[in-house]
């Protein structure tokens, strides 16, 4: 019942910027937080930021001061902003969501089908 839809991914020289959306819609009570993983070949899934509901940011060491999340809470959207991009950024990243439905009292995680950022040298 909650979607979430990734768009933004994409090949990149090193030094270049994208930025990746993550629309969360569907029966949504509460939205308490959203954020990025990635997940790179032969490594672990990490993550990358996260923001709360209340505006509240982490980002893993080797992203900050690069890449910036943001959220629109009426549209039920968050954004990566890649800026400054390194050829170990290339992963998968998937978007992540901690939702109340409509009908439920606790909240569940959600994920989305992930997109893939490449960085060239």
């Known amino acids: 019942q909650v979607q979430l839809v990734e768009s933004g991914g994409g090949l990149v020289q090193a030094g270049g910027s994208l930025r990746l959306s993550c629309a969360a819609s569907?029966?949504?009570?509460?939205?308490?937080?959203m954020g990025w993983y990635r997940q790179a070949p032969g490594k672990q899934r990490e993550l990358v930021a996260a923001i709360t509901s209340g505006g509240d940011t982490n980002y893993a060491h080797s992203v900050k001061g690069r890449f910036t999340i943001s959220r629109d809470a009426a549209k039920n959207t968050v954004y990566l902003q890649m800026d400054s991009l390194k050829p170990e950024d290339t992963a998968v990243y998937y978007c992540?969501?901690?939702?109340?439905?409509?009908?439920?009292?606790?909240?569940?995680?959600?994920w989305g089908q992930g997109t893939q950022v490449t960085v060239s040298s």
């Open positions: 569907g029966s949504i009570f509460r939205l308490n937080a």
């Open positions: 992540n969501a901690n939702i109340v439905q409509d009908w439920a009292r606790t909240a569940s995680d959600f």
